[in-house]
T-cell receptor, first 112, second 115 residues
Framework: DQQVKQNSPSLSVQEGRISILNCDYT??????FLWYKKYPAEGPTFLIS?????DKNEDGRFTVFLNKSAKHLSLHIVPSQPGDSAVYFC???????????FGTGTKLQVIP | EAQVTQNPRYLITVTGKKLTVTCSQN?????MSWYRQDPGLGLRQIYY???????DKGDVPEGYKVSRKEKRNFPLILESPSPNQTSLYFC??????????????FGPGTRLTVL
């Protein structure tokens, strides 16, 4: 039972263009969402998060959008840079409890 | 330097031979967790710990044990490893907060192969 789904295993984008990574969830109790970035041979690193009381959170080139009615969130990277090439995981948690559910990941390749 | 360390980084073992993967953090974090990463399945939580002597099961706890006797350490124990436990393992920590700030700091990973 995959409660957090990233349906696109991979994505290729030209440098300078927008990258959009998508994530869907099924558990309506989730109220906090995070994105992590992972480079090969390293552990994931936190990128950006959003609470369910918001529908958008922005941090530099990264923006996360949350559509609660559709149980969908997306990560926008503008402009995309070659250093953004990595695997991106979305994650969700419910009610401040520390059990976190991750998605399957999307591998982003930014082409110079 | 604030970090989460794991040892060993790579391990090849045989079925049934007990092993322990250590995890240590120097950030005084209360919360620690173990994940495994498998192709097509993403990161799945094995066990987590809210504080010393407090542990709970994640989504895939079968075949694993943990203990939290000290705040900084959270070892993962495989009493009788099997080939289906071949995976990439990550330890993570974060400050406990019920304001839902669940950002976690991950270790570099341990690549385990069970033959």
């Amino acid at each position: 039972d995959q409660q957090v789904k990233q349906n696109s295993p991979s994505l290729s984008v030209q440098e300078g263009r927008i990258s959009i990574l998508n994530c869907d969830y099924t558990n309506s109790m989730f109220d906090y969402f995070l994105w992590y970035k992972k480079y090969p041979a390293e552990g994931p690193t936190f990128l950006i998060s959003i609470s369910s009381i918001k529908d958008k959170n922005e941090d530099g080139r990264f923006t996360v959008f949350l559509n609660k009615s559709a149980k969908h969130l997306s990560l926008h990277i503008v402009p995309s840079q070659p250093g953004d090439s990595a695997v991106y995981f979305c994650a969700a948690s419910a009610g401040g409890y520390q059990k976190v559910t991750f998605g399957t990941g999307t591998k982003l390749q930014v082409i110079p | 330097e604030a970090q989460v360390t794991q040892n060993p980084r790579y391990l090849i073992t045989v079925t049934g031979k007990k092993l322990t993967v250590t995890c240590s953090q120097n950030m005084n974090h209360e919360y620690m967790s173990w994940y495994r990463q498998d192709p097509g399945l993403g990161l799945r939580q094995i066990y987590y710990s809210m504080n010393v002597e407090v542990t709970d099961k994640g989504d895939v706890p079968e075949g694993y044990k943990v203990s939290r006797k000290e705040k900084r350490n959270f070892p993962l124990i495989l009493e009788s490893p099997s080939p289906n436990q071949t995976s990439l393992y990550f330890c993570a920590s974060s400050p406990t907060s019920f304001s839902s700030y669940n950002e976690q700091f991950f270790g570099p990973g341990t690549r385990l192969t069970v033959l």
